[in-house]
């Protein structure tokens, strides 16, 4: 059974990013249960601040579960990622989706590797970068596995990375690197961009999917952009796919509304 999530922003340098909730962590649970979501994820600045949190009274109070949390803060705040040309930050971006992984782990929630893989540089060319991020992902994997969670990886558009951009070229990267207990993050946003069939896709790699980002063309809730939900539903039933659809979109035009257009969506087109 699909199951329906929201997401939570609380890094204040992220604000104007596809997220639906902000800042008030306890209010935002609070309304995504009432709106009827069943899980929240959660990006935060840091696997601290995450451990700080009252998450467990707050999950339990509005029976909510945490489905995962996003480690992207480790790029936005500290420029951080896994296919830099230093060995160094390499190693400190390791750390941060490390303990980003432990966090969740807590709560049963896995880690997205998103923003974190990077990008080539002048210093570093696509098939080294390309190296490095499969070498940390089959690390990161076997850390995520000795926590009892998967890891999620999420390919990207071209306008956000030059490395990885279709759910083929994934399932490369991991088949390619030995990297295990790595799970697929569809995201439907970048899919629209790079894929030539979202459903396709999905049913191609359905065996590896364990995160669905719920949005639509233009990154506003799903309904309010022009992709056609009912052949991406059917691919999802085709594979079985028992995870969660996480609203990833901008708060447009409140958070409020498009948690509300969300959830008709979910309903429509995913019950």
């Given at each position: 059974m699909i199951r329906s999530c929201v997401t939570i922003s609380l890094v204040d340098q992220a604000r104007g990013g596809p997220f639906v909730f902000w800042d008030d962590l306890r209010a935002a649970c609070r309304e995504a249960k009432a709106i009827g979501f069943d899980a929240v994820e959660i990006f935060a600045p840091s696997a601290d601040i995450i451990e700080q949190l009252p998450l467990e009274e707050l999950l339990a109070e509005q029976r909510l579960r945490l489905a995962a949390v996003g480690t992207g803060a480790g790029w936005v705040l500290?420029?951080?990622?896994?296919s830099s040309a230093s060995a160094d930050e390499r190693r400190a971006a390791e750390d941060f989706i490390r303990r980003m992984i432990d966090a969740g782990a807590r709560h049963g929630a896995m880690a997205i590797v998103g923003s974190m893989q990077g990008a080539t540089s002048t210093e570093v060319d696509r098939q080294t970068a390309i190296a490095y991020l499969g070498e940390s992902l089959a690390r990161l994997g076997a850390h995520a596995a000795a926590q009892?969670?998967?890891?999620?990886?999420?390919p990207l558009n071209r306008y956000?990375?030059?490395?990885v951009h279709r759910l083929a070229e994934a399932d490369q990267l991991l088949s390619e690197s030995g990297a295990e207990n790595v799970c697929l993050l569809a995201d439907l946003f970048h899919m629209n961009i790079e894929e030539v069939s979202i459903s396709e896709s999905i049913c191609q790699y359905g065996s590896r999917l364990g995160h669905v980002h719920l949005a639509d063309s233009n990154r506003r809730a799903a309904g309010l952009?022009?992709?056609d939900y009912r052949p991406i539903a059917e691919a999802l039933t085709q594979i079985s796919y028992g995870g969660y659809l996480s609203a990833?979109?901008?708060p447009l035009p409140s958070s409020q509304e498009a948690a509300?257009?969300?959830?008709?969506?979910?309903?429509q087109f995913f019950a």
């Amino acid at each position: 059974m699909i199951r329906s999530c929201v997401t939570i922003s609380l890094v204040d340098q992220a604000r104007g990013g596809p997220f639906v909730f902000w800042d008030d962590l306890r209010a935002a649970c609070r309304e995504a249960k009432a709106i009827g979501f069943d899980a929240v994820e959660i990006f935060a600045p840091s696997a601290d601040i995450i451990e700080q949190l009252p998450l467990e009274e707050l999950l339990a109070e509005q029976r909510l579960r945490l489905a995962a949390v996003g480690t992207g803060a480790g790029w936005v705040l500290h420029r951080l990622s896994l296919s830099s040309a230093s060995a160094d930050e390499r190693r400190a971006a390791e750390d941060f989706i490390r303990r980003m992984i432990d966090a969740g782990a807590r709560h049963g929630a896995m880690a997205i590797v998103g923003s974190m893989q990077g990008a080539t540089s002048t210093e570093v060319d696509r098939q080294t970068a390309i190296a490095y991020l499969g070498e940390s992902l089959a690390r990161l994997g076997a850390h995520a596995a000795a926590q009892g969670v998967p890891l999620l990886y999420e390919p990207l558009n071209r306008y956000e990375t030059d490395l990885v951009h279709r759910l083929a070229e994934a399932d490369q990267l991991l088949s390619e690197s030995g990297a295990e207990n790595v799970c697929l993050l569809a995201d439907l946003f970048h899919m629209n961009i790079e894929e030539v069939s979202i459903s396709e896709s999905i049913c191609q790699y359905g065996s590896r999917l364990g995160h669905v980002h719920l949005a639509d063309s233009n990154r506003r809730a799903a309904g309010l952009g022009h992709l056609d939900y009912r052949p991406i539903a059917e691919a999802l039933t085709q594979i079985s796919y028992g995870g969660y659809l996480s609203a990833e979109v901008f708060p447009l035009p409140s958070s409020q509304e498009a948690a509300v257009q969300t959830m008709r969506a979910v309903k429509q087109f995913f019950a």
